[in-house]
């Protein structure tokens, strides 16, 4: 960026060990990062690459503009706190402020070797690639995100073209931004779901092999037709549009002013739609894997920094500091969240393997197993090997090189004093992943003692139920001597793999955690018009924390029609989970829609309503009053908004029987 | 980077997207600006996306140290916690309760409300007038010696040096001339344009030796065989031995008085805040006269404030109390005008001082204290302009005759003004009526 000066020379020299040393040691842990290119910036260029959204090139628009005055103000009230940026691109690309202190960019730089592996293995990730998540060589975001900047900015300043219509046409685009289906990979994101239309049924008469003669007689070409075409109308609001861009990409157009109709697009404006729409895949697995990210980040700099002594001493005071306080801050912190959840899964994974196995000792049974066990035996018994727990250059003649703990290959060169393999620096260098795993076995440290022996008696006897080889070992000591110490790690790297945030607070916050850390919903009182807790219930916080995940913590929007009342009106459905809209909100979507259409655009939604009567009837009981769940659609013909009564059989297309995310108890504030 | 014209293309969306200042007067909220800036709040800064109703989404919090009880209070909720690490491009909910502001000074604020009201106040009245010492531009033939102009002292001996200079050797031939007089050379020096002085001459005349007489036959012989040099030539071969100064040319400079204008205006603003006077006539009258306030400022080089509470007595206070004040006593609006007038006289006299009086109540006052002592006291005190505003939201109610009374009782002048404001959407109209009356005097 500016190797020119002089600092930022200074601080690359500075780093380019630890930053070798940190992709070598993530790599030991078992990860798969991308290859991670650092820049230097300054705090300037940080707040750019702040506004940017971690990239250097971005179209113009006034939205990163808005970011960056933000961020300026911010960072002057002392609120910013930008340590670190790394961008999904392969390589990735990192960006170290040149002043932060050294013990704050060895754990941006631990952090960020993390982010790398979570974004090369996560197939939500992928789906921005070929859908697979294997092969994402191609992945070339930045140049990519250079390249539509340059085509919209050629837009821009096109003296053909008016710039307040571009960018007219990209605020239209982005209010709708998160309308896609983020759940499919992007080269297929716009085909029809499949069972897009039934087949016509004369294909399936034939796959019947119904003779010519039956089928004349029973089923006529014009009843055919009829069938046809009903059913294919049928399926076309059976099975709603999720990729709303996609949708008006294909079928979208423009009103013009001067013939007073609707037109074809621009060659322009495809362009921006194209790109646009290619940029909200590209983000969608960030914004769907927030949680996860961070908190596997912060899990693995925390493991580096402070288990690995990746800090050095007095480093590692200032990095304790920084840890507290990132983990530290206030309301919902995704590192929190996130990382609790992923020690969490370890914790368990590695206490199943230890049961399982002790379970397999003869004479210990599900429920005999908290009266025989000596939870403190077993506690020695797990500590790591002491050659593995502590090497340095004096016990290097201890290690076994056939050992599978031992790294054969560098304990070798280390021995014949290859400056490359530092023991007394970086003891890691000599060991395997799966010696490193017996170093950090999570049952060992201090503060889960007594994780073990918390195993509820439903799990053990879950865990016993269908075991048959129940008396494979003979006493405890080989029991856990037969422990995979790997089993934790593995199983995290599988999860995160296949999760997002929605499935894995999901199948993780447990019931433990939630009571815990004292969380609790809230909702608003209609009696006293302001929030009030609304449920400690570990399943409702649950409930509603998944809200705050679900489609982006947005309301899914979907087009039902493309062809409404056969008017070519667009037909747009707000798919009601209990939550309302912010209708105030959704009509000035709907007029930028409307730019996107060139026709009469229509949503459909639910609302919550309160009549006079039941108002007054709650405030004189104090109590809550009961709403009302009133279909309505709106629509917006370019100049006015109307109101109307949805259709019966329209609502029940859009409110979903099985969810709501409204978490108020019945006896509220009685 | 393109992020600087991003930057300047999100400043003029803002611009574009800010209330308009009749909208921010009557509903906006007034409390985050103080008299040095004034704080517009800006529309729906982001763009607008398909988003939960924020009342009915609720959600989740944190308790701190234990868990809290269900129905209790949470207050508003904490958005989550903002990304740090632009990885991400917006955090679900972490926008909402954020506010951007357009912020202007006093003078912007007069000049948008000008515009948007249609006003044209030009501050009048007195101009106050101040002596100034200005610079160093007048003279005169006396003063202390540092302030003596020397520079011109020199220029003028210079001129006269010049001006007396002459070719003396040119002239001592000419003495030299077969048969010259001191009168005959005088005269033809004096055609030769030689500024020499016939008593130089008569001095001079005896110092040529006899023998030297009578070397030229003519004058026109001489003039042709001798070279004249000029003033220049002589000043550089021989430099300036001396400057005449004379006395006559010495001037000592001293500096000009220059009138300064400068407008000043003070603001008494007075408030009913007896126990009828309860929060909604309250909020009107704060919406009236804080923008009045803004205004005011703007257009004056100079304004000062007055802040009088009454009920039945009246009481200066602080700007950051006024519109807080309540009491329970009744009311005599005249304590206040008592009060405003004792002020007035000793810190701003009408000599020097725009006055403006601004009134506001619910029109309740002590029976005949309108009549009686009020409107002569109105008459009494001099000012560009009395106002009186009354705020009864819903209508006024029957004893309230204040404002009444006083429009009767000035039906026919022009330096007062009664407005009545009794809901939000009539203050710009109130602020119009006040700003667009003026004592024409």
Not at chain 1, 257 to 284: C, N
Not at chain 2, 396 to 409: D, L
Request: aromatic content about 10%.
């Amino acid at each position: 960026m500016r190797d020119d000066r002089i600092n930022a020379r200074r601080e690359a020299t500075r780093l380019t060990e630890p930053v070798e040393e940190a992709a070598n040691l993530a790599r030991k842990l078992g990860l798969e990062p991308y290859p991670v290119n650092y820049w230097i910036v300054d705090h300037d260029e940080m707040n750019e690459l702040i506004a940017y959204g971690g990239f250097q090139e971005r179209y113009p628009h006034w939205r990163w503009g808005m970011a960056y005055d933000r961020q300026q103000k911010q960072d002057q009230f002392g609120m910013g706190k930008a340590f670190e940026i790394v961008n999904n691109d392969n390589p990735a690309h990192a960006f170290l402020q040149e002043s932060n202190s050294l013990a704050d960019q060895k754990a941006v730089i631990t952090h960020v070797e993390a982010h790398a592996d979570f974004f090369a293995n996560n197939e939500w990730f992928g789906l921005f690639g070929d859908g697979q998540g294997d092969d994402r060589s191609d992945l070339d975001a930045a140049a990519m995100l250079e390249r539509h900047g340059e085509t919209i900015r050629s837009h821009v300043e096109d003296p053909d073209i008016d710039r307040e219509e571009v960018e007219r046409f990209i605020d239209a685009v982005l209010c709708l931004e998160d309308t896609i289906d983020q759940h499919r990979a992007f080269a297929r994101a716009d085909e029809r779901r499949e069972s897009d239309a039934p087949p016509d049924l004369r294909e399936r008469l034939d796959d019947l092999d119904v003779s010519d003669d039956v089928r004349r007689q029973a089923f006529d070409e014009e009843w055919l037709d009829d069938l046809a075409e009903a059913e294919e109308a049928a399926a076309r609001l059976d099975e709603p549009h999720a990729d709303v861009l996609a949708f008006l990409q294909e079928h979208g157009r423009q009103f013009d002013e001067e013939t007073g109709r609707a037109e074809e697009f621009d060659p322009w404006q495809k362009e921006v739609l194209d790109i646009l729409r290619t940029e909200s895949y590209y983000f969608a697995g960030q914004k769907m894997t927030k949680v996860m990210n961070e908190g596997w980040a912060s899990f693995w700099e925390s493991l580096m920094m402070g288990d690995e002594n990746f800090a050095d001493g007095d480093e590692f005071v200032t990095y304790a500091d920084h840890m507290a306080r990132v983990l530290g801050s206030p309301g919902l912190n995704p590192y929190k969240l996130g990382m609790e959840l992923w020690e969490y899964v370890e914790n368990v994974t590695n206490r199943r393997e230890v049961v399982d196995n002790l379970l397999r000792v003869e004479g210990v049974t599900w429920r005999n197993f908290h009266d025989v066990i000596d939870f403190e035996e077993v506690a020695e018994l797990l500590a790591p090997d002491p050659e593995i727990e502590s090497v340095t250059a004096e016990t290097l003649d201890d290690l076994d090189p056939s050992d599978p703990r031992v790294d054969a290959d560098a304990v070798e060169r280390a021995r014949d004093g290859d400056m490359d393999v530092n023991v007394d620096r970086y003891p890691w260098k000599v060991l395997t992943t799966a010696g490193l795993a017996e170093r950090h076995f999570s049952l060992c440290r201090p503060q889960n003692r007594g994780f073990l022996r918390r195993i509820p008696r439903a799990e053990l006897e879950r865990l016993a139920r269908y075991m048959f080889d129940d008396a494979k070992y003979d006493t405890v000591a080989d029991a856990v001597g037969a422990v995979d110490y790997t089993v934790g790690w593995e199983r995290m790297r599988e999860l995160r793999e296949s999760h997002n945030d929605v499935t894995f607070i999901d199948a993780f916050l447990s019931e433990e955690f939630v009571t815990e850390n004292d969380y609790f919903t809230y909702e608003y009182s209609e009696a006293t018009a302001d929030f009030r807790v609304a449920s400690t219930d570990p399943e409702d916080v649950k409930k509603k924390l998944l809200l705050q995940f679900t489609n982006f913590g947005k309301p899914t929007v979907a087009v039902y029609d493309g062809n409404f009342e056969n008017r070519n009106e667009l037909l747009l459905g707000h798919q009601y989970n209990g939550i309302a809209l912010d209708i105030e909100q959704a009509k000035q979507v709907l007029e930028r829609t409307y730019d996107l259409w060139g026709r009469p655009v229509n949503l459909m939604t639910v609302v919550t309503e309160y009549d006079e009567h039941e108002l007054e009837i709650a405030r004189r009981r104090n109590r809550e009053p009961t709403p009302t769940e009133v279909g309505r659609r709106i629509r917006y013909d370019g100049e006015e908004f109307e109101t109307h009564e949805l259709d019966p059989e329209l609502k029940e297309r859009i409110a979903a029987a099985d969810i709501d995310y409204d978490t108020k108890p019945d006896e509220w504030l009685s | 980077m393109g992020l600087r014209e991003d930057l300047d293309r999100f400043r003029e969306v803002g611009e574009r997207r800010r209330d308009d200042l009749t909208e921010f007067i009557r509903y906006g909220d007034l409390g985050g600006s103080d008299a040095d800036s004034i704080r517009v709040p800006i529309k729906m800064i982001d763009l607008p996306e398909f988003a939960y109703d924020p009342r009915d989404r609720g959600g989740v919090g944190q308790g701190d140290g234990d868990t809290p009880d269900v129905g209790q209070p949470v207050g508003e909720p904490q958005p989550a916690d903002g990304d740090d690490d632009g990885d991400d491009d917006g955090e679900p909910g972490d926008e909402a309760g954020d506010h951007e502001y357009y912020e202007m000074d006093p003078e912007e604020f007069a000049e948008e409300l000008d515009e948007e009201l249609g006003l044209d106040l030009e501050p009048k009245g007195k101009e106050v007038v101040e002596e100034v010492e200005g610079d160093f531009t007048e003279l005169t033939r006396a003063g202390p010696d540092s302030t003596l102009d020397f520079e011109r002292l020199f220029k003028k001996g210079l001129k006269r040096k010049l001006a007396t200079d002459f070719d003396e050797e040119f002239v001592r031939e000419a003495m030299r001339v077969e048969g010259a007089t001191p009168d005959a050379v005088f005269r033809w020096c004096r055609e030769q344009n030689v500024l020499v002085s016939r008593a130089w001459i008569d001095d001079e005349w005896a110092s040529i030796p006899d023998e030297e007489r009578g070397r030229w036959e003519s004058f026109e012989e001489m003039a042709g065989s001798v070279e004249r040099t000029t003033t220049a030539e002589r000043i550089r071969q021989d430099g300036i031995q001396e400057v005449p100064f004379r006395r006559e040319d010495e001037r000592y400079r001293h500096p000009e008085v220059v009138e300064e204008t400068e407008k000043n205006v003070v603001v008494v603003n007075i408030r009913d805040v007896s126990g009828s006077m309860r929060e909604g006539k309250r909020e009107l009258v704060e919406r009236t006269f804080t923008p009045l306030d803004w205004y005011l400022t703007g257009k004056y080089d100079r304004a000062e404030f007055v802040y009088i509470a009454h009920d039945a007595e009246a009481w200066e206070v602080d700007r950051e109390d006024f519109f807080g004040i309540r009491s329970g006593g009744g009311t005599r609006i005249s304590s206040a005008y008592e009060l405003a007038a004792e002020i007035l006289e000793e810190r701003y006299p009408w000599a020097e001082w725009n006055r403006y009086v601004f009134a506001a109540g619910d029109s309740e006052n002590s029976s005949n204290d309108t009549k009686e002592n009020v409107v002569p006291m109105m008459e009494s005190i001099p000012a560009n302009l009395h106002a009186y505003v009354e705020t009864q939201p819903g209508g006024t109610a029957i004893n309230a005759t204040h404002a009444e009374e006083v429009e009767r009782a000035f039906e026919d002048e022009t330096g007062v003004v009664v407005t009545y404001v009794s809901d939000p959407a009539d203050v710009t109209d109130a602020i119009y009526r006040i700003l667009s009356t003026e004592d024409t005097e």
